[in-house]
C-alpha cells in the first residue's frame, strides 16, 4: 500500500507537467535496468585477452565502475560521460557511433569486457588493427564499405562536436567539403565507396595518418 | 573540466582514433607524462581516523590543498602518513567530493564548522551538490541573520560622538535607550489612543434633545474640536522631529510610517482651510474617514501589528491567489444563479452583479438571507456555492498563516537572542579582560617574586609562584614589551577611572584620606563607561595568607608617601594607586607589608619612570598633580564601560 502511493505521488507530479497520459510503465523499466548488475570476468582472462597489464586492468576498472556502480554502460549514460569532455558542442552523434563501436555484441550496453577490448586494439594493437577499428567505426550498416552518407554522418556528428563558436566560422557545407576530400583521397576506383582494403591501403600512404597514429602510444 | 569523470580521459583520448583518417593535417604532439608514478594509496590521517585514497582521486582538483603540493606541509616523514588536526567527521564529506564529484552538505554539521573545514581545505562552498544547497543555502541564512543581528545589537549601542540629531533619531527608533525616549513614546501612545477614541464617541448619539438624538459630535463641538486639536498638534510636532532628525529625509519621506503620519493629520488642516466652501463640505466629510489611519500609528508601538503588516505584505502572491480564485468562483456563480432564477417571479436576482452579492455572502458561509434563491435549481446551485466557498477560501489560509508564524518565531528568536546578548557579551567579556587581567597578575607577581627573593621566606615565594604556562609566560613577555616600547603600562579599569577622576578633580583640600565613594561620578575624561567590565577576576589569584585591609599602615603610608612627595611623582602616583588597589579589591589582601616594602625601594625595578602616568596604550592621561592625598576609593566594582581595557596599578 505505501509502495503504492508513493508511486502515485510520483506520478502526479509527472501529470502536472502537462501529459495527461496515463502513467506508462517506463518508471518501472528504468529501475529495472539499472538494478541488473554485471560482472567481468576474471583478471587473468582478461589480462590473456586485451594487451593490458594487471595494474591497467586495475586503473580501466575502478575508472569504468566509477561512473558505472552497476558494471554496464547504456548509451544515455555513455552520451553524458562523453558530452562532460566536450562542453561546447553536442558529441551525442558521435557518441552514439563509438557506442555502436563498443558494443561488438549488439546488446545495447558496453561492458567492462567490451570497453577494454575496444581500448586494447586502440591503445595496444597494430596499426593495422587500428585502422581496422576505425573503418568499422565508419562504416555504420557494417557491410564493409564506407559510402558517401556514412562518411557524411561521421563527419556531420565530428563538426557538431566543435559547436557553435569556432573561428574561422563554421559553415554548413564544411563537413560535405571533408567528404569530398577524403574520398578524394581514399577511394582510389572511383565507385563512389571505400572498401577497408582501399581505405588500410590510402592511410599507409599517408604520412599524416601514421603519425597520428602513433599518438596513442602513451595515453594509458 | 570533467574532473568527475576524469577517470575515463584515456578512453576519450582513444575514442579520438575515429578523427585521424579524416584529418587533413598532422594531429599536435600528446603531452608526456614525465612523473611515471604508479598510482599509489595516500594515508590521510585526520585527527587519528585514518584515510585511504589513490593520489590520483586527489589529483582531480589540483586547486584544493589536498589536490596540490599544498600537502605536503602536513607530511609526516615517519608514519609517512599526511597528518591534520581536523575533525574527522567533516573530512568524510570532504573526501567523498573528491571521490565522486559532488560536495555533499552532512545536515546535522554545524554550518560554520563546516564552512571552516571547506575553507580550510580550500574547497569553494559553491559547488556543493544540488541535493545539499538548498538545505546550505538556509542554514547559512540564518547564520547571517544571526550574525548581523549582533552588529545591529552593537550599532544601538550609544556612539560617544553623536551629535544632537543622531541621539534624537536613535531615540525615537529605540525607545528603550533613554527614559526621554520611553515618555515621548508613551506619550505619543497615549495621545493615539485619545485621539481614536474621540473619533468614535463623536458619533455617538448622547442625550435626546428635544427633536432627536444628535451625536455627542454635534453637542459638544468645542471639546471635540480641542481634543482634535490637541491630538493634531502633538502629531505635527512628532512628525516634525522625526524628519528633522532623519538621516535621510528623503528616505524617511517614502516610508510607510511617514505616509501614515502626513495621512493622519491632513485631514485637520485641510478641514481647516475649507470649513467655509459649502460645495466642498461633502469632501471635507469624506476626509473625516481619513482620520481613522491614525491607528495605524500604533504599528510603531506595536511589534505584533508590524509582524502582521509584514506578514501580509509578504504573503502578497498567496492573498493575489486567493483574490483571482474568489473573483473567479463568484462570477461562475453569479451568473449560474442569474439564469437559475430569471424564471421565478419577483427575483432578487436582477442582474448578474447583483448576483455577486449573493455569491460573496453565501460563499463566505454569512448568509445574510436579503437574497434567497426560490427555484429548485437555485437552491440546488446555491448549495453547491456555498460548499465550494468553504474549499476556496480554505486553501490558501493555510499558506498565509504557516508565513505569519514562520515571522513571528523569527522575531521570538531574534528577541531571545536580544535578551540573552547581554548575558552573552558579558561572558565574552569576561573571558576577554581574564587574558589581559592574567597579564596583570602575573606582572604583579613577578615583581612579588623578586620582593621575596629580596626579603626571604622561600615558602611565601613557592606559594606565590604561579605556574603559567609557557605560552603564557611568553604572552606575558611579548606585552611587557609593548609597554617598554610606549613606555606606558596596563592599568587596571578602575584604577584608570580613579585617575580621571582625581585629574578632573584638581583639588584636594584634605589629607585625610577621604573615604570618597565616586560611583556614580561619571568623569567627563573617561567619557560614557556605559557597560564595562566587572570586577578582576579573582580566579587566578595565588593562594596566600589573607591580611585584614586596616586602615592604618595604609594612613601610615600616606603619610610616607606625602612625605617624599615632590621628588618622585611618579613612584607617588604608583604607590598611590597601589594604595587604592588594596583598598578597592580583595587581590591585593595580602601585600599591605610588601606595599610597604616596595616604596622603601629606590625604583620598582621592571618599571622605568615613565612621564605620563600609567595608562594601558589605548589610553592618554596627563601627569597626575604631585601632591594627591591618597584617597581610598571604594571601587563600583560593577562600573560599566565601553570600553574593554583593562587597567591596574602600576606594581
Known amino acids: ?220 | 573540466m570533467a574532473t568527475g569523470v576524469a577517470a575515463w580521459l584515456p578512453f576519450a583520448r582513444a575514442a579520438a582514433i575515429g578523427w585521424m583518417p579524416v584529418a587533413n593535417c598532422p594531429m599536435p604532439v600528446a603531452p608526456r607524462d614525465n612523473s611515471k608514478r604508479q598510482d599509489e594509496l595516500i594515508m590521510l590521517n585526520v585527527s587519528g581516523r585514518r584515510f585511504q585514497t589513490w593520489r590520483t582521486t586527489l589529483d582531480r582538483y589540483p586547486d584544493t590543498l589536498l589536490g596540490s603540493s599544498e600537502k605536503d606541509y602536513f607530511y609526516n616523514e615517519d608514519t609517512k602518513e599526511y597528518f591534520f588536526d581536523r575533525d574527522p567527521d567533516a573530512f568524510r564529506s570532504i573526501l567523498n567530493f573528491y571521490r565522486t564529484g559532488k560536495l555533499h552538505y552532512p545536515r546535522h554539521e554545524c554550518i560554520s564548522a563546516y564552512d571552516e573545514e571547506l575553507i580550510f581545505f580550500g574547497i569553494i562552498p559553491e559547488i556543493i551538490g544540488d541535493c545539499c544547497y538548498e538545505e546550505y543555502k538556509d542554514r547559512k541564512r540564518e547564520n547571517l541573520e544571526r550574525l548581523q543581528d549582533d552588529q545591529e545589537e552593537n550599532k544601538d549601542m550609544k556612539q560617544p560622538n553623536m551629535n544632537f540629531r543622531e541621539t534624537m533619531w536613535r531615540a525615537f527608533e529605540n525607545p528603550h535607550t533613554s527614559t526621554m525616549a520611553l515618555v515621548f513614546y508613551y506619550v505619543t501612545g497615549f495621545f493615539i489612543a485619545i485621539s481614536v477614541i474621540t473619533n468614535v464617541i463623536e458619533t455617538v448619539p448622547c442625550g435626546s434633545t428635544a427633536n432627536q438624538d444628535m451625536p455627542c459630535g454635534e453637542r459638544y463641538t468645542v471639546a471635540f474640536f480641542c481634543i482634535d486639536t490637541a491630538c493634531v498638534m502633538i502629531f505635527t510636532v512628532e512628525y516634525l522631529m522625526r524628519l528633522f532628525a532623519a538621516p535621510s529625509r528623503y528616505l524617511f519621506m517614502r516610508s510607510v510610517m511617514s505616509i501614515i503620519d502626513v495621512v493622519a493629520i491632513l485631514p485637520y488642516y485641510i478641514g481647516l482651510v475649507m470649513t467655509n466652501n459649502e460645495d466642498v463640505s461633502g469632501a471635507f466629510v469624506t476626509l473625516r474617514v481619513f482620520r481613522v489611519f491614525r491607528i495605524f500609528k500604533f504599528s510603531r508601538h506595536s511589534q505584533g501589528l508590524r509582524i502582521l503588516g509584514y506578514t501580509l505584505k509578504s504573503c502578497a502572491s498567496e492573498l493575489g491567489f486567493l483574490l483571482f480564485s474568489l473573483t473567479m468562483a463568484i462570477i461562475i456563480f453569479a451568473t449560474v444563479m442569474f439564469y437559475a432564477e430569471k424564471g421565478s417571479s419577483s427575483t432578487k436576482f436582477t442582474s448578474i452583479p447583483a448576483s455577486f452579492w449573493y455569491t460573496i455572502v453565501t460563499m463566505t458561509t454569512l448568509g445574510y438571507g436579503d437574497m434567497v434563491p426560490k427555484t429548485i435549481a437555485g437552491k440546488i446551485f446555491g448549495s453547491i456555492c456555498s460548499l465550494s466557498g468553504v474549499l476556496v477560501i480554505a486553501l490558501p489560509v493555510p499558506v498565509i498563516v504557516s508565513n505569519f508564524s514562520r515571522i513571528y518565531h523569527q522575531n521570538q528568536r531574534a528577541d531571545k537572542r536580544r535578551a540573552q546578548k547581554k548575558a552573552r557579551l558579558s561572558r565574552i567579556r569576561i573571558a576577554k579582560s581574564g587574558s589581559a587581567n592574567a597579564f596583570i597578575l602575573s606582572k604583579r607577581n613577578g615583581l612579588l617574586n623578586e620582593l621575596l627573593e629580596l626579603t626571604g621566606t622561600e615558602e611565601d615565594e613557592q606559594k606565590l609562584t604561579k605556574s603559567t604556562s609557557l605560552i603564557e609566560s611568553q604572552h606575558h613577555h611579548l606585552l611587557h614589551c609593548l609597554e617598554k616600547t610606549t613606555a606606558h603600562e596596563f592599568v587596571d579599569e578602575h584604577m584608570y577611572e580613579q585617575n580621571c577622576l582625581e585629574t578632573a578633580l584638581e583639588t584636594y583640600p584634605s589629607r585625610s584620606p577621604s573615604i570618597a565613594s565616586h560611583d556614580s561620578l561619571e568623569v567627563a575624561c573617561c567619557g560614557r563607561r556605559g557597560k564595562g567590565n566587572t570586577h578582576l577576576p579573582n580566579a587566578s589569584l595565588p593562594p596566600a595568607p589573607p591580611v585584614p585591609t586596616h586602615q592604618g599602615p595604609l594612613q601610615e603610608l600616606s603619610a610616607i608617601h606625602i612625605q617624599c612627595g615632590g621628588p618622585l611623582p611618579h613612584t607617588t602616583s604608583r604607590s598611590n594607586l597601589n594604595f587604592k588597589t588594596d583598598d578597592g579589591s580583595r587581590i591585593n589582601s595580602k601585600s599591605g607589608r610588601i606595599t610597604t616594602a616596595i616604596i622603601s625601594l629606590p625604583t620598582p625595578p621592571a618599571l622605568t619612570p615613565d612621564g605620563d602616568g600609567l595608562h594601558g596604550p589605548p589610553q592618554r592621561r596627563p601627569p597626575p598633580p604631585p601632591a594627591h592625598p591618597a584617597a581610598p576609593s571604594i571601587q563600583t566594582t560593577t562600573s560599566s564601560a565601553g570600553v574593554n581595557i583593562v587597567k591596574v596599578s602600576a606594581l
Open chain 1, 1 to 220: 500500500m505505501k509502495t503504492k502511493n508513493c508511486d502515485q505521488s510520483f506520478s502526479d507530479s509527472r501529470e502536472l507537467d502537462g501529459s495527461y497520459d496515463q502513467l506508462t510503465d517506463s518508471v518501472e523499466d528504468d529501475f529495472e535496468l539499472s538494478t541488473v548488475c554485471h560482472r567481468p570476468e576474471s583478471m587473468d582472462k582478461l589480462q590473456e585477452q586485451t594487451k593490458f597489464t594487471k595494474k591497467e586492468l586495475q586503473v580501466l576498472y575502478r575508472g569504468f565502475k566509477n561512473e558505472c556502480p552497476s558494471g554496464a554502460v547504456n548509451e544515455e549514460n555513455f552520451k553524458t560521460i562523453y558530452s562532460q569532455f566536450f562542453p561546447q558542442g553536442d558529441s551525442s552523434m558521435y557518441a552514439h557511433f563509438l557506442f555502436e563501436a563498443f558494443d561488438t555484441n549488439k546488446n545495447g550496453s558496453v561492458s567492462f569486457e567490451d570497453f577494454v577490448f575496444g581500448l586494447s586494439i586502440i591503445l595496444r594493437g597494430t596499426v593495422n588493427d587500428r585502422l581496422n577499428w576505425a573503418f568499422n567505426l565508419y562504416d555504420l550498416n557494417k557491410d564493409g564499405c564506407i559510402t558517401k552518407e556514412e562518411m557524411l554522418d561521421i563527419m556531420k556528428s565530428i563538426y557538431d562536436m566543435m559547436g557553435k563558436y569556432t573561428y574561422p566560422t563554421m559553415h554548413d557545407e564544411a563537413p560535405r567539403d571533408h567528404v569530398e576530400s577524403f574520398f578524394q583521397k581514399m577511394d582510389q576506383n572511383q565507385d563512389g565507396v571505400v572498401t577497408i582494403d582501399e581505405f588500410i591501403e590510402s592511410c599507409k600512404k599517408d604520412e599524416n595518418i601514421m603519425q597520428s597514429m602513433q599518438l596513442f602510444e602513451n595515453v594509458i
